[in-house]
């Protein structure tokens, strides 16, 4: 697990003791505190990827983390195209990664990218 | 009264807010965001109370000082979560600024406009990333995301991460990551010495008035040190590898315009990578309420902050990259202008004075960091350039090359570079770069990728949608506004 909060315990900002905020990620809870964002959440459990891309099916995740690049576009709650590092994430929200593959033209197969987010 | 709507809340825009009120005149503050301070003070949510959270800040009591300020004063509206996505020119007065309001890229948001007296634009700036290959694999992040995560949610990015690109910002960034826990094996400034000299060493007695920037950056370097954290120069990323993450880079020398250096190159392992090559000003407000631009694209000022187009002002990074000193005096100053005060009035001697000090930080800046012309040599034919279309270098040039065209406007349609959800703020520049020097003679149209009349993304639905008046929409207390956008 790469990416991880900074257990409050050990910051040296005397953090008070955070709260829980559990949601969904593809059908998985995760857990993350109260105030993160969804990204935050979904990275600080050890996913790095978020979606796939149309046209090369290649795996993206948060790049710019103040909602300029859109890169880490999810569905949340039945809303598409919401910026995960923009959305702060509330207590069951259920989150799915998005892929739109490209309609295929004459002759060509469609991309068909892993399913599995890492 | 005069109507001032300040828009961004960063340290511009909250300085311009109280300079406004200090003349008494009724100001609305926006944000994108759900809390003040901009992506410099960007720091933990309400939820999240820490006792000494003024450690990780520059000039933390300043922000307090300010909000605090602002928050308990009536006359100062102010609306969080508030998306300007269009101004409007009007024959008379700056224009039309049409906002949304409500969770980010929620459904059913809140659409207001207003029509003030005056405008203070302080929308700030976004990490300039330049393109190599791989920089599209997850765990390759921008030094603002690495930077905004440690700061407002305490996150690390990775475990084992470098830093790269140009500039003083990526010290505060190797900074924020060690404070969150990462160990940050080296970060790589592509200048090298003789250009820090270029920059920052002529005329060093204009620098004296700058200690507190010079006490900023020390503190960055002391801690720097204290964390054994190899600084090198004339180095850089020039790859990132892995199959679904980035798994470890590629770095190695570069000359002084960015060319890298064959058979210099280290692999390292890392879990992330954290580039930042500068700075790109958020610009398309201004662009839609018709300010004139600078050489370099700024906005261009007069000495009260005043833009070309009437009754709008420009204050902080848009009008170039000076840091958050210049960005208060800046605001300062135009929220004072905007309000119907003068440049002579007494009460703004000092920061008339705090500007000239601050303003010669952003040519350093540029002389010492700045983006040099060598930098494509790190592309390969299929490197991602517009990551959201995902247009390649190699499609790019093969465009360019068989049409012949001198157009950015045509070569963006034909290859859609530029096109994406991102409406080019990533890519636009370095496309432009691109392209102007594959096309013999530079590009001939005009166009620039700062123009984008719809200047943030909005549902059809709510676009559609009946406009709220804004006076009728008053915001009963923080606490709503804040709980509106969980």
């Not at chain 2, 939820?47 to 307090?64: N, S």
């Amino acid at each position: 697990m790469p990416s991880r909060l900074l257990p409050f315990c050990n910051d040296s900002i005397r953090p008070a003791s955070p709260t829980p905020v559990t949601i969904t990620v593809n059908g998985e809870p995760m857990t993350g505190v109260t105030g993160q964002s969804l990204a935050g959440v979904i990275l600080a459990g050890g996913t790095l990827g978020f979606r796939h891309t149309s046209v090369a099916g290649r795996p993206r995740g948060v790049f710019c983390g103040i909602g300029v690049c859109y890169d880490c576009l999810v569905e949340v709650n039945d809303q598409r195209d919401v910026r995960a590092c923009q959305r702060r994430a509330a207590e069951g929200d259920v989150v799915r990664s998005q892929h739109d593959p490209l309609p295929a033209g004459p002759g060509e197969a469609t991309p068909t990218p892993g399913v599995t987010a890492s | 009264m005069i109507q001032v709507l300040v828009i961004g809340a960063g340290p511009a825009g909250l300085a311009a807010a109280r300079a406004a009120r200090r003349l008494g005149a009724s100001v609305t503050l926006l944000d994108s965001s759900d809390q003040l301070g901009g992506q410099f003070w960007r720091h933990l949510p309400a939820a999240r109370p820490a006792a000494r959270e003024r450690i990780l800040h520059h000039g933390w009591d300043t922000f307090q000082s300010l909000s605090a300020t602002l928050e308990s004063d009536g006359g100062c509206r102010i609306i969080r979560s508030a998306n300007v996505f269009a101004l409007e020119t009007a024959a008379a007065g700056p224009g039309t600024v049409h906002v949304i309001v409500g969770a980010p890229d929620g459904v059913g948001r809140k659409r207001l406009s207003f029509s003030p007296d005056a405008i203070v634009l302080a929308t700030g700036a976004h990490d300039r990333t330049l393109p190599f290959p791989g920089w599209d694999l997850p765990g390759v992040f921008t030094g603002g995301a690495a930077q905004a995560l440690a700061k407002g949610e305490r996150l690390a990015v990775g475990r084992r991460v470098v830093v790269s690109g140009a500039g003083p910002f990526l010290l505060p960034v190797a900074a924020s990551l060690v404070a969150v826990g990462s160990r940050v094996l080296g970060v790589y400034e592509a200048n090298r010495l003789p250009a820090l000299v270029r920059g920052w060493l002529p005329r060093p007695w204009q620098l004296l008035g700058a200690w507190k920037k010079g006490a900023e950056l020390g503190g960055y370097a002391r801690g720097h040190l204290a964390h054994r954290i190899p600084y090198k120069l004339g180095r850089a990323v020039v790859a990132a590898h892995g199959t679904d993450r980035v798994e470890s880079v590629t770095v190695a020398e570069i000359t002084a315009d960015w060319t890298p250096i064959p058979g210099t190159e280290r692999r390292i392992a890392v879990d992330a990578v954290c580039i930042s090559h500068g700075f790109t000003p958020r610009l398309e407000l201004a662009v839609a309420a018709g300010c004139a631009l600078t050489l370099e694209r700024f906005v261009r000022v007069d000495d009260r902050q005043h833009s070309s187009a009437p009754g709008v002002y420009a204050a902080g990074e848009i009008t170039g990259i000076g840091g958050v000193d210049l960005a208060l005096a800046e605001g300062t100053i135009a929220g004072h202008a905007a309000a119907g005060g003068t440049i002579g009035d007494r009460a703004l001697r000092t920061t008339v004075r705090g500007r000239r000090t601050f303003q010669g930080f952003a040519a350093r800046i540029e002389a010492a960091h700045g983006i040099r012309a060598g930098w494509p040599e790190m592309l390969t034919s299929d490197t991602i350039v517009c990551r959201c279309e995902e247009v390649t270098y190699g499609h790019l040039c093969e465009t360019a090359e068989s049409t012949g065209s001198r157009s950015l406007r045509a070569i963006k349609l034909s290859t859609r570079a530029g096109l994406g959800i991102c409406q080019g703020r990533i890519c636009g520049r370095s496309v432009e770069e691109l392209l102007a020097c594959r096309a013999g003679g530079g590009l001939v149209d005009g166009v620039n990728t700062d123009r984008r009349p719809i200047s943030g993304t909005i549902r059809l639905g709510e676009l559609a949608a009946a406009v709220t008046p804004a006076d009728s929409y008053r915001l009963t207390s923080t606490s709503e506004s804040s709980k509106g956008t969980l």
